[in-house]
């Protein structure tokens, strides 16, 4: 088997067997194979595409590349949520408790931020004590006896994607939809959940700007996950602003306090009823979504959701407290008010460029290295469709620096007040396979 001649198989458009997959993986993975052919096959793929069979086996191939998690030690159907990257987007703090309430299990796997893309484990860091650095014996035993558990993402999951996706980067082949489902759901099936729902964004802090493309890699990733025998189901979300009112460590776990009280940003709660529904769904717990809705709200009112956080906390060595007293998170030494200049109505808040604005005062990481601030970050006092008045305050910079006028100059650019606006639908569709 040549390498040349997958590559012009597929530049003329035919269809790639799994061995010919196999064999450019696993010969990509150890160096067999040099980088200037891996980018001249992901062209052709870019530009001919995959059909559902070879999107499976492009996925098992790189799932296959490196380590895999056994989870089967643990009791039940162990269901994974996945999200495509948002401003704001503090789900995995809200249905992780709120799931395992339910005696679901959720052993999940998160990773850091970067860029203007919060990490669940900076998140989880904010809480005193909170460590996720537990061995795989722990991670095991805490979901078994407790149903949830949060740990480091492993070194060696998915070697191949790793280096693919390094390739991708700089040879124009990044948005691909065969390309970036393999991706995802390489690492979600390496990781070892028997089901898989999936958070796809769409809109100006999305990856993939129209619904329509959002639509398409849902559907993608939903058939890969099935064809593999992972359950999957996917939500089409809004992430034309920020998700929620708070972007940084400390204050979004303030907000996923507030939430799994039934106190939260009502968008906030909208998604994660969406995500956890299917959670539920697909792990049997209920035989609708309405259903599972129904019985997720019921451990948000009769406070087992929150009473499971304050175990989780307390179990990875956190400070359970701050459930009950939000005041011990790290907290900022200045709040600085950004009015508005004039009346109106809020028409767009461009969630991207307000995520740097929150990374650029220490919430997130330029590079791998950077260090960050826990403590730090906006809060937003208006979203899309509020109606303002000049002088009102549009966001609360959380800062531990006085100096932020290159902040305030992109929060100003970036949230725009006009006669009229409408706000964006939240949950774009479901798709369900």
């Known amino acids: ?143 078994n006896e407790h149903k949830i558990a949060v740990i480091g993402q492993s070194g060696n999951l ?83 602003q920020p998700l929620g009112y708070a972007i940084g460590n400390a204050l979004e776990v303030r907000e996923a306090i507030d939430t799994l009280q039934g106190k939260g940003p009502a968008d906030l709660e909208e998604l994660c009823l969406a995500l956890g529904s299917q959670m539920v769904y697909l792990a049997g717990k209920a035989t609708s979504l309405e259903e599972a809705e129904e019985k997720l709200r019921e451990v948000m009112r009769n406070g087992k959701a929150l009473d499971k956080f304050k175990e989780f906390i307390r179990n990875q060595g956190g400070n359970e407290q701050v459930v009950d007293r939000p005041e011990l998170l790290p907290q900022a030494a200045y709040q600085i008010q950004v009015p508005a200049e004039q009346d109106g109505v809020v028409a767009a808040i461009t969630a991207d460029e307000i995520g740097t604005a929150a990374m650029k005062l220490g919430a997130g990481r330029a590079t791998k290295e950077s260090d960050i601030d826990l403590a730090v970050g906006l809060m937003l006092n208006k979203k899309i469709g509020d109606t303002v008045r000049k002088g009102e305050s549009l966001v609360t910079i959380h800062a531990n620096r006085e100096e932020v006028d290159e902040v305030i100059r992109m929060i100003r650019e970036h949230i725009q007040i006009a006669d009229h606006a409408v706000a964006p639908q939240l949950v774009y569709d479901v798709v369900t396979g």
């Open 158 to 240: 998915t070697p191949a994607d790793k280096k693919l996706y390094a390739l991708r980067d700089v040879t124009g082949t990044v948005n691909s939809i065969p390309l970036i489902a393999s991706s995802i759901m390489s690492k979600k099936i390496a990781a070892g959940s028997d089901a898989i729902v999936l958070d796809v964004k769409t809109g100006a802090g999305a990856f993939m700007k129209t619904v329509e493309e959002a639509k398409e890699l849902a559907k993608a990733m939903v058939s890969i996950g099935n064809s593999v025998g992972r359950k999957t189901m996917a939500v089409i979300s809004d992430m034309s």
């Open 1 to 143: 088997m040549r390498m040349v001649d997958i590559i012009a198989k597929k530049r003329d458009g035919k269809e790639l067997t799994a061995e010919e997959i196999q064999f450019f993986i696993q010969g990509y993975t150890n160096g067999d194979i040099p980088d200037y052919q891996a980018s001249s096959l992901a062209m052709a793929i870019f530009f001919q595409d995959m059909n559902d069979r070879e999107r499976a086996d492009l996925t098992m191939a790189m799932v296959n590349s490196g380590e895999t998690i056994d989870l089967s030690a643990i009791d039940g159907i162990k269901v994974d949520k996945h999200s495509t990257g948002g401003v704001g987007d503090t789900t995995t703090l809200v249905l992780a408790p709120l799931v395992a309430a339910l005696d679901i299990p959720v052993a999940k796997m998160s990773g850091r931020g970067l860029g203007h893309t919060g990490g669940t484990i900076d998140k989880l860091e904010a809480i005193e004590g909170f460590h996720v650095e537990i061995s795989k014996e722990e991670f095991v035993k805490l979901v």
